[in-house]
């Protein structure tokens, strides 16, 4: 066998790249809670009138987002967001 041969195991195995355990000093920030916006609480605006919208008072920030309408990706956990459809009906209530 070559001496070559017996080295490419070991070149490979230089390759992998092994991941490192967590610092034991970081702490992760806490996942927000699933409903932080109180979503679960409005299911009940769906297929309603967007109108019914304009009566509401919100404690928290709140996007209504129309169809065809750029929003951006940024995630936060007590916005509430209110997607209406085609036909002026609310779709869809998430935290987001």
Aim: hydrophobic share 40%; charged share 20%; proline share 12%.
């Amino acid at each position: 066998m070559r001496p070559l041969a017996l080295l490419m195991p070991f070149t490979l195995a230089a390759c992998v790249e092994v991941e490192s355990p967590p610092d034991p000093g970081i702490i992760a920030p806490p996942l927000p809670p699933e409903d932080s916006c109180g979503a679960s609480q409005l299911q009940g605006l769906r297929g309603q009138s967007e109108d019914v919208l304009q009566t509401m008072k919100f404690g928290g920030p709140v996007r209504i987002i129309q169809p065809g309408m750029a929003v951006t990706m940024d995630y936060n956990p007590a916005r509430l967001n209110i997607e209406i459809d085609e036909s002026g009906k609310i779709h869809r209530i998430s935290c987001g």
